[in-house]
Nanobody, 124 residues
Framework: QVQLVESGGGLVQAGGSLRLSCAAS????????MGWFRQAPGKEREFVAA????????YYADSVKGRFTISRDTAKNTLYLQMNSLKPEDTAVYYC?????????????????WGQGTQVTVSS
């Protein structure tokens, strides 16, 4: 059974940085796509970034391009999201997602596996 555990959230001032981690276990992830979503209070969950575990590129929402970077450490089975130049509108619960059917499933928000989320709060 796939387990995804996020960490690294917290409170940061606007313009600051945070790095989120997603520890993955329960499978060999070489053929998986993984990504990050976020959900702000009263809003729909939205796609943030995705990548293919084998190293096939990265995909970003327009709202985070140039500020966020997705990466993975295959030896540690961990997915990261480096978030720079944070804005108050980045405040949300951030979720890790994974799917063996490809990046399109992750980007579409229909991934099979989800973590429990980590809160990111950006103060102005």
């Amino acid at each position: 059974q796939v387990q995804l555990v996020e960490s690294g959230g917290g409170l940061v001032q606007a313009g600051g940085s945070l790095r989120l981690s997603c520890a993955a276990s329960g499978r060999t992830f070489s053929n998986y796509a993984m990504g990050w979503f976020r959900q702000a209070p009263g809003k729909e969950r939205e796609f943030v970034a995705a990548t293919v575990w084998s190293g096939g590129g990265a995909y970003y929402a327009d709202s985070v391009k140039g500020r966020f970077t997705i990466s993975r450490d295959t030896a540690k089975n961990t997915l990261y999201l480096q978030m720079n130049s944070l804005k108050p509108e980045d405040t949300a619960v951030y979720y890790c997602a994974a799917d063996s059917r490809g990046a399109s499933m992750v980007v579409a928000g229909t991934a099979n596996y989800w973590g429990q989320g980590t809160q990111v709060t950006v103060s102005s």
